[in-house]
């Protein structure tokens, strides 16, 4: 059988796409909603007063604990910790930190001279009350264990945990721990104003789609460049094709490969491609009889062609995971081998556990097809269209799919409910630096919204916690940490497909264009016209 047969639905539908997407110049002029054209001119050499940064993601609320990482990345908002392309921890509204106990007690020394968008300084004052409302909702901050932050001086604070904690700093990158003014909150302690200490201050949010900034000539460290920026939420990929290819000020972020492919070939703009700390991949049930068996979560994996998808979908030759940790967290990899599925060996490895085939070559076991729903979103266009390769994938071995394209949210709602049977999604593992505290809440006994469902491993939690008392450089660490590399490998509670790729499109006339590969900023304050 040839290596990409299994791909020929998937190719339909991304040829379906190119089609849609692939107008002529008075085409695109037609569908452009806001009236502006790409009109064959060269605007390179335009300038303009203000940059647009367009994403699918929408401005929920001006609470950290369900916006922040939109604040946090488009300058707005800023925590105590900051994390490097490496994935190094360094100094962000924290100048230094230390533990005295191993982890149980953690000073940190905060930086002078900083400004809130109000002009009121940044104090101890700040942090305890800003990171005390956080305390207060569901955010990653419940996972530190934390049990005090106390104010030591106007300028130090200490935070006492429950239990030693030796990546503890990590927690303090995540976008729900950014730091605001004492006049955000209102007397409740609610947000009441998004003010904050980053390179852009907002003048304007309109929940869900828009909200303007601009730069803040009181940052205490880079200051931006370009003087204003909008942000624009669109969940249609098409659509933020068409807004890159209108002007030059658009800055489009989450494209499809079939939109970078058209962009590419435009001589007006430059696109920017980059893996990033992102998996896609799925989680199953495993309360489902249909996947209470690891053998059959492991020929689910095996039947997937990982390679076709990821030259197929995201136009990448390295994009296949086996793993659910990306390559730049290398202490967590172990050796594994990606190779095309053999379907006919598959499937009779099914039926070596006891199913059987109908006259339609699907398989069924005690008179029960093996059948159940997928679920995904479209908020990252490549996910129905890999969806969809893997429906046609498992159908070759006698597996019945049905893909349901809904909201993010319909994830962790059936997984709360208990309804859920599959799901696929892009976890992203960047959001807390050190994986660990990303690993801790998925795979905990508990199981998460974005991880294990009634799914349990003792070893695993085992070692996740003996990581979570020993410091990095701990000679046992590496081991611990292939330890549970290879119980996900082995077990696929949760099964990788393809690392991520982050798409960036915008006008060749905007200077310093990077892309964060952990996810955390825009880096707004670096460009220039």
Same mark, same amino acid.
């Given at each position: 059988?040839?290596?990409?047969?299994?791909?020929?639905?998937?190719?339909? &539908?991304?040829?379906?796409?190119?089609?849609?997407? @692939?107008?002529?110049?008075?085409? /695109?002029?037609?569908? !452009?909603?806001?009236?502006?054209?790409?009109?064959?001119?060269?605007?390179?050499?335009?300038?303009?007063?203000?940059?647009?940064?367009?994403?699918?993601?929408?401005?929920?609320?001006?609470?950290?604990?369900?916006?922040?990482?939109?604040?946090?990345?488009?300058?707005?908002?800023?925590?105590?910790?900051?994390?490097? @392309?490496?994935?190094?921890?360094?100094?962000?509204?924290?100048?230094?930190?230390?533990?005295?106990?191993?982890?149980?007690?953690?000073?940190?020394?905060?930086?002078?001279?900083?400004?809130?968008?109000? !002009?009121?300084?940044?104090?101890?004052?700040?942090?305890?009350?800003?990171?005390?409302?956080?305390?207060?909702?569901?955010?990653?901050?419940?996972?530190?264990?934390?049990?005090?932050?106390?104010?030591?001086?106007?300028?130090?604070?200490?935070?006492?945990?429950?239990?030693?904690?030796?990546?503890?700093?990590?927690?303090?990158?995540?976008?729900?721990?950014?730091?605001?003014?004492?006049?955000?909150?209102?007397?409740?302690?609610?947000?009441?104003?998004?003010?904050?200490?980053?390179?852009?201050?907002?003048?304007?949010?309109?929940?869900?789609?828009?909200?303007?900034?601009?730069?803040?000539?009181?940052?205490?460290?880079?200051?931006?460049?370009?003087?204003?920026?909008?942000?624009?939420?669109?969940?249609?990929?098409?659509?933020?094709?068409?807004?890159?290819?209108?002007?030059?000020?658009?800055?489009?972020?989450?494209? $499809?490969?079939?939109?970078?492919?058209?962009?590419?070939?435009?001589?007006? &703009?430059?696109?920017?491609?980059?893996?990033?700390?992102?998996?896609?991949?799925?989680?199953?049930?495993?309360?489902?009889?249909?996947?209470?068996?690891?053998?059959?979560?492991?020929?689910?994996?095996?039947?997937?062609?990982?390679?076709?998808?990821?030259?197929?979908?995201?136009?990448?030759?390295?994009?296949?995971?086996?793993?659910?940790?990306?390559?730049?967290?290398? $202490?967590?990899?172990?050796?594994?081998?990606?190779?095309?599925?053999?379907?006919?060996?598959?499937?009779?490895?099914?039926? !070596?556990?006891?199913?059987?085939?109908?006259?339609?070559?699907?398989?069924?076991?005690?008179?029960?097809?093996?059948?159940?729903?997928?679920?995904?979103?479209?908020?990252?266009?490549?996910?129905?269209?890999?969806? /969809?390769?893997?429906? @046609?994938?498992?159908?070759?071995?006698?597996?019945?799919?049905?893909?349901?394209?809904?909201?993010?949210?319909?994830?962790?709602?059936?997984?709360?409910?208990? /309804?859920?049977?599959?799901?696929?999604?892009?976890?992203?593992?960047?959001?807390?630096?050190?994986?660990?505290?990303?690993?801790?809440?998925?795979?905990?006994?508990?199981?998460?919204?974005?991880?294990?469902? @009634?799914?349990?491993?003792? $070893?695993? &939690?085992?070692?996740?916690?003996?990581? !979570?008392?020993? /410091?990095?450089?701990?000679?046992?660490?590496?081991?611990?940490?292939?330890?549970?590399?290879?119980?996900?490998? $082995?077990?696929?509670?949760?099964?990788?497909?393809?690392?991520?790729?982050?798409?960036?499109?915008?006008?060749?006339?905007?200077?310093?264009?990077? &892309?964060?590969?952990?996810?955390?900023?825009?880096?707004?304050?670096?460009?220039?016209?």
């Amino acid at each position: 059988m040839k290596k990409f047969a299994p791909l020929a639905v998937i190719l339909a &539908i991304l040829g379906a796409v190119v089609v849609m997407i @692939n107008r002529t110049p008075e085409q /695109t002029k037609a569908h !452009n909603h806001d009236g502006h054209n790409h009109d064959g001119h060269d605007h390179s050499h335009e300038q303009h007063d203000e940059l647009i940064v367009v994403t699918p993601w929408e401005i929920t609320s001006e609470d950290p604990s369900k916006s922040g990482f939109l604040f946090q990345r488009l300058g707005i908002a800023e925590t105590l910790v900051e994390v490097d @392309n490496q994935g190094k921890l360094v100094a962000g509204l924290a100048s230094k930190w230390q533990s005295d106990d191993n982890g149980k007690t953690w000073t940190f020394s905060l930086r002078e001279n900083v400004k809130f968008h109000d !002009n009121s300084d940044f104090t101890a004052d700040n942090v305890v009350q800003s990171l005390n409302v956080a305390l207060s909702k569901p955010t990653a901050l419940e996972k530190a264990n934390i049990e005090k932050v106390n104010k030591i001086d106007p300028m130090t604070v200490q935070f006492v945990l429950k239990k030693p904690l030796t990546n503890f700093p990590a927690y303090l990158a995540h976008s729900t721990s950014i730091i605001l003014a004492k006049s955000a909150f209102d007397d409740k302690n609610n947000v009441k104003k998004l003010i904050a200490t980053g390179a852009y201050k907002a003048t304007k949010i309109e929940p869900p789609q828009k909200m303007e900034q601009v730069a803040f000539e009181h940052y205490w460290g880079e200051k931006a460049k370009i003087k204003n920026v909008t942000y624009l939420a669109n969940s249609r990929s098409e659509t933020r094709t068409l807004l890159a290819q209108s002007k030059p000020n658009y800055l489009v972020y989450n494209l $499809d490969s079939a939109s970078v492919k058209r962009l590419q070939a435009d001589p007006n &703009i430059q696109v920017l491609s980059q893996s990033i700390a992102r998996t896609i991949q799925f989680k199953v049930n495993a309360k489902d009889p249909l996947f209470t068996d690891v053998k059959v979560r492991q020929l689910m994996s095996q039947a997937i062609d990982r390679q076709g998808i990821a030259e197929a979908v995201l136009n990448i030759k390295d994009g296949m995971a086996e793993q659910i940790l990306p390559p730049i967290f290398h $202490d967590w990899q172990v050796k594994t081998e990606s190779q095309a599925p053999d379907y006919p060996a598959i499937k009779q490895q099914f039926i !070596n556990l006891g199913y059987q085939q109908d006259a339609k070559g699907m398989l069924i076991k005690d008179g029960k097809p093996f059948k159940f729903s997928l679920k995904t979103f479209s908020d990252r266009p490549e996910l129905p269209i890999i969806a /969809t390769a893997l429906q @046609n994938q498992w159908k070759q071995v006698g597996i019945d799919v049905d893909v349901a394209v809904g909201n993010f949210s319909d994830i962790p709602a059936s997984h709360q409910n208990g /309804t859920l049977q599959m799901a696929l999604y892009a976890r992203n593992y960047g959001l807390i630096p050190d994986p660990l505290g990303a690993l801790m809440e998925d795979f905990s006994a508990e199981g998460a919204d974005w991880g294990a469902m @009634n799914w349990h491993n003792a $070893d695993l &939690i085992d070692s996740l916690e003996k990581l !979570n008392r020993m /410091t990095s450089d701990n000679p046992e660490s590496k081991a611990l940490k292939q330890k549970v590399a290879q119980i996900l490998v $082995d077990e696929r509670p949760v099964t990788p497909v393809l690392y991520y790729q982050q798409n960036v499109a915008v006008g060749k006339s905007l200077k310093g264009l990077e &892309i964060d590969p952990f996810e955390r900023h825009f880096r707004l304050n670096k460009l220039s016209w």
